[in-house]
């Protein structure tokens, strides 16, 4: 057993060490007091550094990032409204734990309701918001699996959307940055994630963020504490300094300072010695590409550039890039068709790559294609 702890701990320091950057001061694994935890750039979904990241726990009321996920992309499809009053259930009234006492037949906004759950950690919020959406909660249950599975969050699974422990209610540390990164994508998630202190019910209930790295820590955005006696204390707590997007997930902490600490740890690590660098691009990867047996000689090329790529601190100028693209195509061209690819390394390692895109659409050459272009050319000229 001391030999099977040994190795482990081994392999845990061993990727600390391959995530950190050359000449940076690699995070030991000993120095994260987690169990479990992982630091991951939301931009990039890079890992800077894991710990037992694939380990099955209990994830507490972390489990309502998944929960504010379903609600975010059904506000941005239309499918609810922030201003939508909403009933609360029998059911939803009796949820334990944390809550804001919420009574059968009370009514709120999803706004009211989204402050009591990301800012109070409210499990009979939660509830109510995953009846709405879905119809129940065993059916929003459903769909959070569903949405964990096209995440490939291949450790968890949910039997609630509050987070209470419960037989096979388990997550990772990997999977909870995965969804975290999904949901930060939801910019409005920030109205509430970054709130201290709110009220409810004209002013007669008040809120308190559960997230002490709002008020200690720079930059600090959000984003879901949790607390049980399965889970421990864990946090999933999102930053951002000088467009660097960092997620540090830990899990397990014996008490919430080991939380708060470690979560702090992994973003000092990530903040010290990475940053983000504009690419630059050779020119030749947007020329125009031949086409073969088209309408067009040449069809323009566009590249997906992401805007930034992850860095290690004071290595930008190294990056080096190199264009794969085809000598030709052969007509017909989609517009969007890819056409080659850029890729970014740094010291042999591949940091991002960018697909190279028709900008345009090349029609075959046929003669009912050239017909139709004669006959536009007799009707302008008409």
Not at 153 to 167: A, I, P, R, V
Request: net charge positive.
């Amino acid at each position: 057993m001391k030999l099977k702890k040994l190795s482990a701990c081994l392999l845990a320091v061993s990727i600390a060490a391959f995530s950190a950057p050359a000449g940076a001061a690699a995070l030991a694994a000993e120095e994260v007091k987690a169990p479990s935890a992982v630091l991951m750039e939301a931009n990039t979904g890079k890992i800077l550094f894991q710990k037992n990241p694939h380990e099955k726990r209990a994830c507490a009321s972390i489990t309502k990032i998944m929960t504010l996920l379903l609600v975010m992309e059904a506000l941005d499809s239309g499918k609810i409204g922030l201003t939508d009053k909403v009933s609360v259930s029998e059911h939803a009234a009796s949820m334990g734990g944390s809550q804001i006492w919420l009574k059968p037949g009370e009514t709120m906004t999803v706004d009211d309701m989204l402050k009591a759950c990301v800012i109070a950690s409210a499990n009979d919020a939660s509830v109510v918001l995953g009846e709405y959406v879905a119809g129940s909660e065993e059916e929003f249950v459903s769909q959070m699996n569903q949405r964990a599975k096209a995440l490939k969050m291949n450790d968890t699974t949910f039997k609630n959307c509050y987070g209470l422990d419960e037989e096979g209610h388990l997550s990772s540390a990997y999977d909870i940055a995965l969804m975290s990164r999904e949901l930060v994508k939801h910019k409005k998630i920030f109205n509430y994630t970054k709130t201290w202190m709110d009220y409810l019910r004209g002013g007669k209930t008040q809120l308190v963020n559960t997230n002490k790295l709002l008020k200690t820590y720079r930059g600090i955005t959000g984003l879901k504490t949790g607390t049980t006696s399965q889970a421990g204390s864990c946090i999933s707590a999102t930053a951002e300094r000088n467009g660097v997007s960092l997620i540090a997930v830990v899990l397990g902490c014996s008490d919430t300072k080991t939380r708060f600490a470690s979560a702090a740890s992994l973003l000092d690590s990530g903040f010290a010695n990475w940053s983000v660098a504009r690419p630059a691009l050779p020119k030749e990867a947007g020329a125009p590409v031949p086409v073969r047996s088209g309408m067009a000689p040449m069809v323009e090329a566009d590249v997906e550039s992401g805007g930034s790529i992850l860095v290690p601190k004071g290595k930008a100028g190294g990056v080096k890039y190199q264009v794969t693209r085809q000598q030709s195509v052969t007509a017909p061209v989609k517009k969007g068709q890819v056409l080659g690819k850029v890729t970014c390394t740094l010291d042999g390692s591949v940091l991002q790559e960018y697909s190279i895109r028709a900008k345009t659409s090349v029609e075959e050459l046929t003669f009912g294609a050239v017909f139709r272009l004669l006959a536009r050319g007799l009707l302008m000229a008409a």
